[in-house]
């Protein structure tokens, strides 16, 4: 990898800055792999929910898209750069995806102003004939076009991405329980996460609502904007309407990623870099899982003795009295060399995972 320039301070790797433009080049491919290497996985794990994995699909296929978008934001582009975190992440800091989201905002009016991409490719093609050489004016405002029309809420992955609704098979008569998924891209963490709640809906509310589902979705925006810990953020939701019961809550943390884009001081991170070339990694992904085991009559007096959920926290296990959930899964996927010199020279890092590494 090129040698990097800090933003702002030494110390702040989590906002690195590539010195050869090339490198973003070779970066963005490493992570269009990387999670194509993640979706093919889901495909030969047959014995996982065929839901959840419809929806990992479409979510990273969205993450994808935003970097198809950020290519794109910064092509021919000479002088301003992408921020990338190396620490923990390897992936863009969370200003880019907040650069998406305002060029977004923009990009409906600046379209408007602009030549049409018929327009603009005649021009270039008469500049090319005229005077032979490339415009890279006109170029630059093709790409600029291309970019603005790519700027697509529904397709991209942004700080909070909607996700769907859907009505679950009823175990007995007179259950209504839902599914509803969204992603966050953390500041924190500069990584993105997924999220699905299973939820009974009070048998007084119209699913079908739009109105409705419109305020159940801004009302869980505003209280998963951060990783809190998964019962606190359980605990919100369940407090936030008397019509919504949250059962299950799961978070499945994309990363992070070690590879040469890493300059943390992880022992996977020093393990690739001086085993393997430029193309081994180890992709990380964690699922965190809570759920309801009852319900209680809240106490106080400003309760109004409303009924809770009783969310169950595993104590016998460390890692879950530590992370607040009832259940934790690690998992890695990684080249198959790399696997083989993990299973060969580093046992005791594999066993920390919940299942066999997946190679790819």
Known sequence: MKSIDISDHFSE???????????????FDFLRTSFGNLIHSFNSRTTEDLMEINIMHSFIQKFLNSIEALTMRYRNEKEHFPKVDLTESSFPNH????????????????????????????????YIFEKQTIPDILLNQMYRRTYLE??????L???HTVGEWVKLPTQKQGDRHFLY??????????????????FELDKSRDDEDQELRKLFRNMIAERTQNTAPLRVMAHEIDEMSEFVKPKILKRIDLGPIYSKYSMDEADLSKIVQKQFSGEGYAFLFT??????????????????????????IDESNKETMERHVSKVLKYIMAPHDVVQHLNTNHPEILSQFSMDPIPV
Not at 18 to 25: C, P, T
């Open 13 to 27: 790797l989590n906002r690195a800055v590539f010195e050869d433009s090339s490198e973003y080049v070779h970066y």
């Open 95 to 126: 200003i880019e995806i907040k650069k998406l989201m305002a060029d977004m905002q923009a990009a409906p009016a600046q379209l408007a102003e602009m030549p049409s991409m018929h327009a603009l490719k005649q021009s270039t093609l008469d």
């Open 150 to 155: 790519m700027l697509d809420q529904k397709k």
């Open 157 to 159: 992955f942004l700080e």
């Open 181 to 198: 998924s969204w992603g966050s891209y953390d500041a924190t963490y500069n990584r993105p996460f997924v999220y699905m709640l299973v």
């Open 287 to 312: 699922n965190e899982v809570i759920f309801s085991i009852g319900e209680k009559k809240a106490k106080g007096f400003l309760s109004g003795g409303q009924i809770r959920q009783i969310f169950f």
